[in-house]
């Protein structure tokens, strides 16, 4: 079969679910477009400030539109928060103090959040006395009877949700099962804080984790959240209580989200924010388009291409470490920024194996936009994401397709 007949035929049985899609991103922008009418957002907002930032009327409106789109009662949105592990880290060193417990319940975190944590001589959550217990998922879900077992035997203060898959073969988790998992560990006398790492998966559904009982959640926007034009930052978002303790862990305790100023102006984090929901229902249709051609090969791609995904990450399963470069290589060559060059692995910051990744993007490593990682272990897994339109990640399949050929 030719490749464009194979692209056509894909796109023929996943119709249904891109006009899906297409519904959510409806919903979303409107949600994200009301946020913007409520907060009167105007055009002094976008200018730069400078020094302490008292007053900074731009940062300030910008965290209440992320609270009202994302149901929450207050937000950090900060582009002094560098990535998703460091919000993250901003967040629970925010929360937890030495000698306090908390418990994962979705299994091992990804990468670099696990010397965040356990982390020898480090500044890590260990070298401060605060212990995190995990909870494996079973069969890729969570294991609820383990977790009950383990909220009887534990004071913990905190129970951490990781929503995207990471490095590991299952789905990312539904807001819907979020929700589920909020209300179990609430119904099993859990009094602190709910938190969750929402990396990837921000305008994928119609709801956020703070919709569903999720006290505290993090992410970077140069994710989702930013559509594509925020050139760094990330955001918190959550319920009073702990968003004034996450404030005081971003700067200082005694001047929390009271300072904080930006030499370039905040155009972009506005301006990503309100195309976000759009930029996420591209990235949705083009990994299921790719997903669906590669499996039609006999390639194994994850999750399913019969369902939406929860977040805009695909993984494509490999037999040998070269099928796994050469698709790195490949979405390399598709991108707009440094096409020509190869890419290599190497001893990425953070984590346990060298990492191969295709980022030819305007914002530097920015997943929002068409790449690809992968760390060489077995089983040799590649994570693609991203794709600012459609029809880049249409043009970068059939250019995937032809070399994989």
Known sequence: MKIDELIAKAEQRLDPLFKKIDETALFNQQKVLSAFAEERIAARHFLQTNGYGYGDEGRDALARVFARAFGAERA??????????????????????????????????????????WGEGNGSFKDFGIKFDVVELDGGKPDYPAIAAALKSQDYKMVYIQRSR??????SFTVGEIGEMCYFVRNRGFGGCIFCDNCYGEFAEEKEP????????????????????????????????????????????????????????YRL???????????????????????????????????KTDKIPADITRAVRFETEK??????????????????????????????????????????????????DAPIREPYLAYFQGGLTYEHCKIACKKILEKLV
């Open 76 to 117: 950090i949105v900060s582009p002094a928060l560098l990535s998703g592990t460091h919000t993250i880290n901003v967040a629970l060193f925010g929360i937890l103090r030495p000698n306090d417990r908390a418990l994962i319940i979705t299994g091992t975190p990804y990468d670099t959040i696990r010397k965040v944590l």
């Open 210 to 265: 703070t919709e569903v009982g999720v006290d505290l959640m993090a992410g970077s926007l140069i994710k989702n959240a930013g559509g594509g034009l925020a050139p760094t930052g990330g955001y918190i978002a959550g319920r009073e209580p702990f968003m004034g303790l996450a404030e005081g862990r971003l700067t200082a305790p005694s001047v929390g989200a009271e300072v904080g100023s930006y030499a370039y102006g």
């Open 166 to 171: 990471g490095y590991e073969l299952r789905d």
């Open 323 to 372: 099928q796994l470069t050469d698709f790195i290589v490949s979405v390399q060559e598709c991108s707009p920024v440094d096409s020509f060059v190869r890419p290599e692995a190497w001893d990425m910051p953070g984590y346990e194996d060298k990492v191969i990744m295709a980022a030819g993007t305007f914002v530097g490593g920015a997943t929002s936009e068409l790449s690809a």
């Open 269 to 303: 984090f506005y301006q990503g924010f309100f195309l976000a929901p759009h930029v996420v229902a591209q990235i949705l249709k083009g990994g299921l388009l790719i997903g669906a051609c590669l499996e039609s090969l006999g390639y194994r791609t994850y999750p």
